[in-house]
């Protein structure tokens, strides 16, 4: 609780942001160095509050909703693409990435039904 209450809403300094790049190569997002410019338009940065490893986390949480409540595996797989997309269309940050990612599993769950 201590560290929560020490670290919670802390961010790196602005010389230390670090951009998640994506380059969309026939429709399908691939990963690029962020410090490698190119001259394509196409590649995507995601806000630096947004971090792998919340992603990861946040995953790991859906799943584990997820066997709770006994949701198809497949619906599960269709939210976290949807969550990804809007991830990469920097449209999720830190503060609203829970309520993103509810919003896509609700989608996904009335899609596949």
């Known amino acids: 609780k201590q560290f929560r209450e020490r670290f919670d809403g802390w961010e790196p300094p602005k010389a230390q942001h ?7 190569i026939d ?4 990963l690029i160095d962020p410090n490698e410019e190119s001259e394509d338009e196409e590649n995507v940065h995601m806000p630096p509050s947004l971090t792998l ?3 990861r986390s946040l995953k790991r949480q859906a ?3 997820a066997v709770d409540a006994q949701l198809e595996i497949s619906t599960l797989a269709l939210s976290f693409i949807y969550f990804e997309r809007l991830c990469l269309d920097c449209r999720v940050d830190k503060s609203n990435r829970r309520l993103a990612f509810a919003a896509c599993m609700l989608l996904a769950a ?3 039904e």
């Open 110 to 112: 009335k899609i596949n």
């Open 53 to 55: 490893s919340k992603i």
């Open 27 to 30: 429709g399908v997002y691939t």
């Open 63 to 65: 799943l584990l909703a």
């Open 18 to 24: 670090i951009y998640i790049g994506a380059k969309v």
